[in-house]
């Protein structure tokens, strides 16, 4: 078992007044899996993500990873289990602005013992379709290109799980199907992905659904994996006649 969650909160402290953001997860995700994880705004997805990913630590409950206790680590042996098993990509990509794509891809290795740093980002641009493209700047890349980028960013160490928070929030309906598409690709060669999306298109895609309400799991069950390239139109986009209509949200 990759992941093993039971009776997770999360509680933040905001002056006098407290956010119950998780009120009792349970969460199992195994090897292989794709998932995503939908529900409104508000409803503890990120939160959810955050604790997953490392980056937060559960207020009371168990999580496992790898089935190594995460709640009792201190904050480097975090970092490290961060940097060594998690690949993250964010909806708004956060590569460096300035800094060519195959720099941005070796980043996460600067920090790890390994050699081969610069053979190792070009095979993740490769894998990610962006071989041609390794010297650009972001500022010089598309949407979906800057997407792709951030994906090789996350699999350049080889983690055990890629975590994607509505990876495809800022995209239009194509590029977003062929951000999809490489999902889909990675996870077939037997990547773990969980993402995040409030978009139902998207989820379908998925093998798996979990919806979330006000901090708890409310369903939990096989998404219909559908194939990107058979994902509709998007019914809104086309209605409404273009991809501005296809809104970007606000990282919610
Ligand atoms: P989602 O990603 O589903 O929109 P979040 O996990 O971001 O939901 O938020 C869940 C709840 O926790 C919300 O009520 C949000 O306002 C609150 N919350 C999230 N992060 C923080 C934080 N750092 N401090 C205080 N409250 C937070
Ligand atoms: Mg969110």
Redesign the pocket.
């Known amino acids: 078992m990759l992941i093993e969650m039971d009776g997770v909160h999360k509680i ?1 402290r ?1 002056g006098k007044t407290r ?1 119950h ?1 998780l009120a009792g997860v349970d969460l199992r995700i195994d090897e292989g899996e794709m998932v995503a994880i939908m ?1 409104p ?7 959810l993500m955050n604790i997953v990913g490392c980056l937060d630590r559960p207020t009371r409950g168990m999580y496992l990873l790898e089935g190594e206790p995460v709640a009792g680590l201190d904050n480097n042996a975090l970092a490290r289990i961060r940097g060594e098993r998690i690949g993250f990509v964010f909806q708004t990509y956060n590569l460096l602005p300035r800094t060519p794509a195959l720099q941005n891809v070796m980043l996460p290795l600067l920090y790890q013992h390994v050699k081969d740093r610069r053979r190792r980002a070009e095979r993740a641009l490769e894998r990610v379709g962006m071989a041609d493209r390794m010297d650009h700047r972001p500022s010089e890349l598309s949407g979906g290109q800057q997407q792709r980028v951030a994906v090789a960013r996350a699999l350049v160490t080889e983690p055990a799980i890629v975590l994607a928070d509505e990876p495809t929030g800022n995209l239009d309906s194509k590029t977003s199907r062929e951000i999809m598409q490489l999902f889909r690709d990675l996870n077939d060669e037997g990547v773990t992905i969980v993402l ?1 999306t409030h978009d139902q298109e998207i989820g379908n895609c998925a093998k798996r659904t979990v919806r ?1 309400r006000d901090g708890q799991v409310i369903s939990d069950g096989p998404a219909p994996h559908v194939h990107p390239r058979d994902m509709s139109e998007g019914v809104e986009w086309s209605a409404e006649g273009g991809p501005g209509t296809a809104e970007p949200t606000n990282g ?1």
């Open positions: 933040y905001m956010v953001a529900g705004s508000g409803s503890g997805k990120s939160t995040v979330m919610s």
